[in-house]
Protein backbone atom coordinates (compact mmCIF):
# COMPACT_ATOMS: atom_id res chain seq x y z
CA UNK A 1 0.00 0.00 0.00
CA UNK A 2 0.96 3.91 -0.89
CA UNK A 3 -0.40 6.84 -0.06
CA UNK A 4 1.62 8.25 -3.72
CA UNK A 5 0.09 10.22 -6.38
CA UNK A 6 0.26 8.30 -9.93
CA UNK A 7 -0.86 11.01 -12.84
CA UNK A 8 -2.16 8.76 -15.74
CA UNK A 9 -2.56 10.25 -18.66
CA UNK A 10 -5.76 8.69 -21.12
CA UNK A 11 -7.44 7.92 -17.65
CA UNK A 12 -10.92 8.41 -18.42
CA UNK A 13 -11.55 4.98 -21.08
CA UNK A 14 -10.33 1.76 -21.81
CA UNK A 15 -6.75 0.61 -20.17
CA UNK A 16 -6.02 4.11 -18.93
CA UNK A 17 -9.50 3.56 -17.19
CA UNK A 18 -8.61 -0.02 -15.88
CA UNK A 19 -5.22 1.21 -14.41
CA UNK A 20 -6.82 3.79 -12.52
CA UNK A 21 -9.53 1.65 -10.83
CA UNK A 22 -6.30 -1.24 -10.22
CA UNK A 23 -3.77 1.13 -9.33
CA UNK A 24 -6.37 3.06 -6.76
CA UNK A 25 -7.23 -0.62 -5.13
CA UNK A 26 -3.51 -0.84 -4.14
CA UNK A 27 -3.77 2.65 -2.61
CA UNK A 28 -2.02 4.88 -5.00
CA UNK A 29 -4.23 8.25 -5.64
CA UNK A 30 -5.31 8.87 -8.71
CA UNK A 31 -4.89 12.11 -11.02
CA UNK A 32 -7.16 10.83 -14.13
CA UNK A 33 -5.93 13.07 -17.19
CA UNK A 34 -8.51 13.24 -19.89
CA UNK A 35 -8.53 14.91 -23.26
CA UNK A 36 -12.34 15.93 -23.52
CA UNK A 37 -14.66 13.37 -22.10
CA UNK A 38 -15.29 14.92 -18.83
CA UNK A 39 -18.12 12.50 -18.00
CA UNK A 40 -16.12 9.39 -18.33
CA UNK A 41 -13.27 10.50 -16.45
CA UNK A 42 -15.93 11.67 -13.70
CA UNK A 43 -17.42 8.48 -13.49
CA UNK A 44 -13.87 6.43 -12.88
CA UNK A 45 -13.02 9.22 -9.94
CA UNK A 46 -16.21 7.95 -8.37
CA UNK A 47 -15.54 4.25 -8.74
CA UNK A 48 -12.30 4.97 -6.89
CA UNK A 49 -13.70 7.06 -4.31
CA UNK A 50 -16.71 4.60 -3.51
CA UNK A 51 -13.93 1.83 -3.01
CA UNK A 52 -12.38 4.16 -0.31
CA UNK A 53 -9.45 5.71 -2.73
CA UNK A 54 -8.99 9.01 -3.66
CA UNK A 55 -9.02 10.47 -7.04
CA UNK A 56 -9.20 13.46 -8.98
CA UNK A 57 -9.58 14.38 -13.11
CA UNK A 58 -8.22 17.09 -14.27
CA UNK A 59 -8.49 17.60 -18.49
CA UNK A 60 -5.38 17.80 -20.27
CA UNK A 61 -4.88 17.45 -24.39
CA UNK A 62 -0.84 15.85 -24.25
CA UNK A 63 0.06 17.50 -27.27
CA UNK A 64 -0.37 20.68 -25.24
CA UNK A 65 2.36 21.78 -23.22
CA UNK A 66 0.14 24.27 -20.95
CA UNK A 67 -1.90 21.06 -20.48
CA UNK A 68 0.56 18.93 -19.29
CA UNK A 69 2.54 21.90 -17.01
CA UNK A 70 -1.46 22.18 -15.41
CA UNK A 71 -1.57 18.34 -14.67
CA UNK A 72 1.19 17.85 -13.16
CA UNK A 73 0.29 21.27 -11.25
CA UNK A 74 -2.85 19.41 -9.85
CA UNK A 75 -0.57 16.33 -9.06
CA UNK A 76 1.15 18.61 -6.89
CA UNK A 77 -1.55 19.89 -4.93
CA UNK A 78 -2.86 16.25 -4.21
CA UNK A 79 0.64 14.17 -2.94
CA UNK A 80 3.85 12.98 -3.49
CA UNK A 81 4.06 12.04 -7.19
CA UNK A 82 5.45 8.30 -7.69
CA UNK A 83 4.40 7.13 -11.07
CA UNK A 84 3.38 8.25 -13.99
CA UNK A 85 2.05 6.42 -16.76
CA UNK A 86 2.01 7.98 -20.22
CA UNK A 87 -1.00 5.96 -21.49
CA UNK A 88 -2.32 9.01 -23.49
CA UNK A 89 -2.74 8.15 -27.38
CA UNK A 90 -4.68 8.15 -30.54
CA UNK A 91 -4.54 6.44 -34.16
CA UNK A 92 -5.83 8.38 -37.26
CA UNK A 93 -8.25 6.33 -39.57
CA UNK A 94 -7.33 2.84 -39.94
CA UNK A 95 -6.95 1.81 -43.84
CA UNK A 96 -4.63 5.02 -44.67
CA UNK A 97 -1.11 4.06 -46.29
CA UNK A 98 1.72 6.22 -46.08
CA UNK A 99 1.17 7.71 -49.69
CA UNK A 100 -2.62 9.42 -48.19
CA UNK A 101 -1.66 10.56 -45.18
CA UNK A 102 -1.54 14.54 -44.68
CA UNK A 103 0.77 16.15 -42.88
CA UNK A 104 -1.47 17.07 -40.71
CA UNK A 105 -2.45 13.66 -39.46
CA UNK A 106 1.07 12.71 -38.84
CA UNK A 107 1.93 15.70 -37.12
CA UNK A 108 -1.01 15.24 -34.80
CA UNK A 109 -0.39 11.12 -33.58
CA UNK A 110 3.58 12.52 -33.10
CA UNK A 111 2.39 15.33 -30.79
CA UNK A 112 0.32 13.34 -29.18
CA UNK A 113 1.71 9.56 -28.77
CA UNK A 114 5.62 11.12 -28.89
CA UNK A 115 6.28 14.82 -27.51
CA UNK A 116 3.63 14.49 -25.21
CA UNK A 117 4.72 11.31 -23.69
CA UNK A 118 8.26 12.83 -23.42
CA UNK A 119 6.96 15.76 -22.16
CA UNK A 120 5.41 13.93 -19.38
CA UNK A 121 8.14 12.38 -18.45
CA UNK A 122 9.94 15.30 -18.03
CA UNK A 123 8.01 16.83 -15.64
CA UNK A 124 7.53 13.64 -13.66
CA UNK A 125 11.68 13.04 -13.43
CA UNK A 126 11.60 16.75 -12.35
CA UNK A 127 9.30 15.57 -9.10
CA UNK A 128 10.71 12.22 -8.90
CA UNK A 129 14.56 11.82 -9.58
CA UNK A 130 16.55 11.78 -6.37
CA UNK A 131 18.97 14.36 -8.28
CA UNK A 132 16.08 16.99 -8.06
CA UNK A 133 15.54 16.52 -3.92
CA UNK A 134 12.78 13.65 -5.14
CA UNK A 135 12.31 10.21 -3.66
CA UNK A 136 12.15 8.31 -6.88
CA UNK A 137 9.08 6.48 -8.71
CA UNK A 138 8.00 4.44 -12.00
CA UNK A 139 7.04 5.62 -15.24
CA UNK A 140 5.50 3.29 -17.52
CA UNK A 141 4.86 4.24 -21.22
CA UNK A 142 2.21 2.41 -23.48
CA UNK A 143 3.90 1.08 -26.86
CA UNK A 144 1.74 -1.27 -28.84
CA UNK A 145 3.12 -4.57 -30.50
CA UNK A 146 2.01 -2.46 -34.03
CA UNK A 147 5.74 -0.73 -33.36
CA UNK A 148 7.34 -4.38 -34.15
CA UNK A 149 4.72 -5.27 -36.69
CA UNK A 150 4.70 -1.88 -38.33
CA UNK A 151 0.95 -1.49 -39.15
CA UNK A 152 1.15 -1.65 -42.79
CA UNK A 153 -1.99 -0.78 -44.69
CA UNK A 154 -3.51 0.23 -41.52
CA UNK A 155 -1.38 3.15 -39.72
CA UNK A 156 2.23 2.83 -40.26
CA UNK A 157 2.44 6.70 -38.76
CA UNK A 158 1.23 5.06 -35.48
CA UNK A 159 3.12 2.30 -35.43
CA UNK A 160 6.54 4.48 -35.75
CA UNK A 161 5.35 6.94 -32.98
CA UNK A 162 5.19 3.96 -30.68
CA UNK A 163 8.41 2.49 -31.79
CA UNK A 164 9.73 5.97 -30.70
CA UNK A 165 8.33 5.06 -26.98
CA UNK A 166 10.17 1.80 -27.31
CA UNK A 167 13.57 4.02 -27.79
CA UNK A 168 12.22 6.75 -25.10
CA UNK A 169 11.53 4.02 -22.64
CA UNK A 170 15.36 2.66 -23.25
CA UNK A 171 16.80 6.11 -23.34
CA UNK A 172 15.32 7.28 -20.38
CA UNK A 173 15.55 4.22 -18.02
CA UNK A 174 19.78 4.50 -18.52
CA UNK A 175 19.13 8.29 -18.07
CA UNK A 176 17.49 8.19 -14.48
CA UNK A 177 18.33 4.50 -13.12
CA UNK A 178 20.55 6.49 -10.72
CA UNK A 179 18.26 8.40 -9.34
CA UNK A 180 15.68 6.17 -8.35
CA UNK A 181 13.36 6.42 -11.09
CA UNK A 182 12.41 3.15 -12.96
CA UNK A 183 11.16 3.69 -16.69
CA UNK A 184 9.65 0.47 -18.44
CA UNK A 185 7.00 0.10 -21.35
CA UNK A 186 4.28 -2.07 -22.14
CA UNK A 187 3.10 -3.11 -25.51
CA UNK A 188 -0.40 -3.98 -25.89
CA UNK A 189 -1.37 -6.41 -28.88
CA UNK A 190 -5.15 -6.78 -29.84
CA UNK A 191 -7.19 -5.42 -26.94
CA UNK A 192 -10.45 -4.69 -26.89
CA UNK A 193 -11.07 -1.07 -25.88
CA UNK A 194 -12.58 2.24 -27.68
CA UNK A 195 -9.04 2.87 -30.00
CA UNK A 196 -10.33 0.68 -32.44
CA UNK A 197 -13.40 2.45 -33.26
CA UNK A 198 -11.78 5.98 -33.24
CA UNK A 199 -10.07 4.60 -36.25
CA UNK A 200 -12.92 3.80 -37.68
CA UNK A 201 -12.78 -0.08 -36.88
CA UNK A 202 -14.56 -0.80 -33.95
CA UNK A 203 -14.41 -4.38 -34.84
CA UNK A 204 -10.51 -4.77 -35.62
CA UNK A 205 -9.54 -6.49 -32.84
CA UNK A 206 -12.09 -9.47 -32.44
CA UNK A 207 -12.22 -9.35 -36.29
CA UNK A 208 -7.99 -10.29 -36.32
CA UNK A 209 -7.91 -12.63 -32.68
CA UNK A 210 -7.51 -15.38 -35.32
CA UNK A 211 -4.08 -14.12 -35.64
CA UNK A 212 -3.13 -14.25 -31.65
CA UNK A 213 -1.21 -17.53 -30.72
CA UNK A 214 -3.95 -17.18 -27.90
CA UNK A 215 -7.04 -17.08 -30.33
CA UNK A 216 -8.67 -14.13 -28.28
CA UNK A 217 -8.21 -10.54 -27.77
CA UNK A 218 -7.35 -9.14 -24.35
CA UNK A 219 -8.76 -6.83 -22.19
CA UNK A 220 -7.79 -3.48 -20.50
CA UNK A 221 -7.76 -5.14 -17.39
CA UNK A 222 -4.85 -8.01 -18.18
CA UNK A 223 -3.03 -4.76 -19.29
CA UNK A 224 -3.68 -2.61 -16.59
CA UNK A 225 -2.39 -5.77 -14.06
CA UNK A 226 0.82 -5.79 -15.83
CA UNK A 227 1.27 -1.58 -15.40
CA UNK A 228 0.33 -2.00 -11.40
CA UNK A 229 2.95 -4.73 -11.42
CA UNK A 230 5.78 -2.74 -12.75
CA UNK A 231 4.82 0.11 -10.83
CA UNK A 232 4.45 -2.15 -7.44
CA UNK A 233 8.33 -2.73 -5.16
CA UNK A 234 7.77 -6.74 -6.74
CA UNK A 235 9.24 -5.06 -9.85
CA UNK A 236 12.28 -3.62 -8.27
CA UNK A 237 15.25 -4.95 -10.41
CA UNK A 238 13.24 -4.01 -13.82
CA UNK A 239 14.25 -0.98 -16.04
CA UNK A 240 14.36 0.03 -19.60
CA UNK A 241 12.71 -2.89 -20.28
CA UNK A 242 9.57 -3.84 -22.38
CA UNK A 243 6.81 -5.70 -21.55
CA UNK A 244 4.77 -7.27 -24.11
CA UNK A 245 0.81 -8.22 -23.47
CA UNK A 246 -0.07 -9.54 -26.65
CA UNK A 247 -1.44 -13.15 -26.36
CA UNK A 248 1.89 -14.13 -28.01
CA UNK A 249 1.28 -11.99 -31.01
Known amino acids: MTDKVVVITGGSRGIGRATAIAAAARGFRIVVGYASNKTAADEVVAAIEASNGKAIAVKCDVAEESDILALFKAADGFGTL ?33 TGSI ?30 LGAPNTYVDYAASKGAIDSFT ?28 AGGEPDRAHRLAHMVPMKRVGTADEVANAIVWLMSDDASYVTSAILDVSGGR
Open 82 to 114: GALVNNGGIVGTSGVRVDEMSAERIQRVMAVNV
Open 170 to 197: VGLGHEVAGEGIRVAGIRPGLIDTEIHA
Open 119 to 148: LCAREAVKRMSTRHGGQGGVIVNLSSVAAK
